[in-house]
């Protein structure tokens, strides 16, 4: 109001100024009634020239600079009232209004936006920091699956020596098995050899019972048959010498028998001796030709001695004989036993062998299992760090439209 006020004074000020410039061409006239005609006339145009400059013109530029002030103080719900005019003064005031509505609409679109960014970079950055402690769960959990692919990897490797330090062991056992087979067989050889020799030792025997028979035969009837004394002594001198021959393989054949042929090897050593003292006597029967009836009594005590020493050992070697049966029998147990073992090795053998073919194929895949977790763990971080990155940027637009929105806050535009 006090600027239309202003602009009326302006005015009046131009009328005041004109008068003079009238009141002059009324003096320069000559007639007194003319020039009040004409001053009328003046004072006419003037008030109309100021109503006009007042109702056209001051008006609406008032009015204008009003609505700037009200617009400069963030106040855009004003509106300038419609108008017809086609001159400046119209398109001044359309175009003003036009640019308030397009600001009043600018503002309004932004503070929405300013909203919904606002909610949109704090969900973002609720959503970047749930991501972000889900992503370092994740983390964690790689890191100690990349911890527990170590131990497992290091458990892999720990197996795989102690397979092979099994199968070391296996392969040694298995051949200590054939070794000990090997020894068996040769034992069985020899208890079959010692076998065969008892058995020989026993016909022997037999033939050596038979001989020492035939030879208490023939000294019972050498008392008559003294008067062929000579022939019987070389018949005794002979049958001595074979006795004493079968008396030595005896001993050796007990010798060989070791421990069952100990006793056998006194009762061989025993007929020896009785061989040799049967031909000593026999030569001596030649000298003392008188004394043979004693003798003779002598020889066939000496022969019941050897009857029971050859029986004796007839005994001992069917003992021996039982002894190496049943050598033979263990022999052959054990060695069955043995191929059982022997079998069941080899097998375990195959199975530690498959064991650590599977085991190394866990040795690859735990490798590369870990070299997969160490990529994860790796594109994890990144991901974690780029999250990161977002949940910051989130924080700084949501700080930056908050800023705006506080802005936008300072104009007043109309509700919808």
Do not use: C, Y
């Not at 949109?120 to 994740?138: M, P, R, Y």
């Not at 069985?188 to 038979?210: C, D, M």
């Not at 007929?271 to 009594?297: C, F, M, P, T, Y």
């Not at 020889?299 to 009857?307: D, L, P, R, V």
Request: proline share 0%; glycine share 6%; net charge negative.
């Amino acid at each position: 109001m006090k600027k239309r006020i202003r602009i009326t004074l302006l005015i009046s000020m131009i009328i005041v100024a004109a008068v003079p410039s009238v009141l002059s061409m009324i003096l320069n006239h000559d007639g007194m009634v003319s020039s009040l005609v004409i001053l009328g006339i003046s004072l006419v145009v003037a008030l109309v020239a100021a109503w006009f400059t007042i109702h056209f013109i001051a008006s609406p530029l008032s009015r204008l600079v009003e609505m700037t002030q009200t617009v400069s103080l963030g106040d855009l719900t004003k509106r300038i009232a419609s108008t017809q005019r086609k001159d400046e003064i119209g398109e001044l005031s359309n175009h003003f209004q036009r640019l308030v509505d397009n600001l009043s609409d600018t503002i309004t679109s932004v503070r929405d936006t300013t909203g919904n960014v606002a909610r949109s970079a704090e969900q973002l950055a609720s959503g970047a920091e749930q991501t972000t402690k889900a992503i370092e769960d994740v983390t964690v959990a790689i890191q100690e699956m990349a911890g527990a692919s170590e131990q497992q990897k290091d458990s892999v490797e720990i197996g795989i020596h102690e397979m092979d330090n099994m199968s070391s062991q296996i392969l040694s056992i298995t051949e200590h098995i054939r070794e000990v087979t090997e020894t068996m067989e040769k034992t069985n050889a020899t208890a079959e050899e010692g076998n065969a020799s008892v058995l020989s030792v026993v016909e022997k025997i037999e033939h050596i019972q038979h001989t020492v028979d035939d030879l208490g035969n023939v000294i019972q009837t050498l008392g008559a048959l003294s008067e062929n004394i000579g022939g019987i002594v070389e018949a005794i001198t002979g049958i001595a010498k074979q006795t004493s021959l079968l008396a030595l393989n005896a001993s050796i054949e007990a010798a060989r028998a070791g421990e069952e042929g100990r006793g056998f090897a006194v009762v061989a050593s025993e007929v020896r001796k009785l061989a040799e003292e049967s031909e000593h006597s026999a030569h001596q029967i030649e000298d003392l030709i008188g004394n043979i009836q004693s003798e003779v009594h002598l020889a066939q005590q000496s022969m019941e001695n050897a009857k029971l020493g050859v029986n004796e050992g007839i005994v001992a070697v069917d003992t021996s004989g039982r002894s190496f049966s049943r050598i033979r029998k263990a022999v052959r147990v054990a060695a069955s036993k043995m191929e059982e073992v022997s079998g069941a090795a080899q097998e375990l053998q195959n199975g530690a062998q498959k064991v650590t073919e599977s085991i190394n194929g866990i040795s690859s895949i735990s490798e590369s299992n870990l070299d997969n977790v160490r990529t994860i763990s790796a594109a994890a971080e990144e991901q974690l760090a780029s999250i990161q990155e977002v949940a910051a940027s989130s924080n700084d637009l949501s700080r930056m439209a908050l800023q705006l929105e506080e802005l936008v806050k300072r104009f007043k535009v109309q509700r919808l």
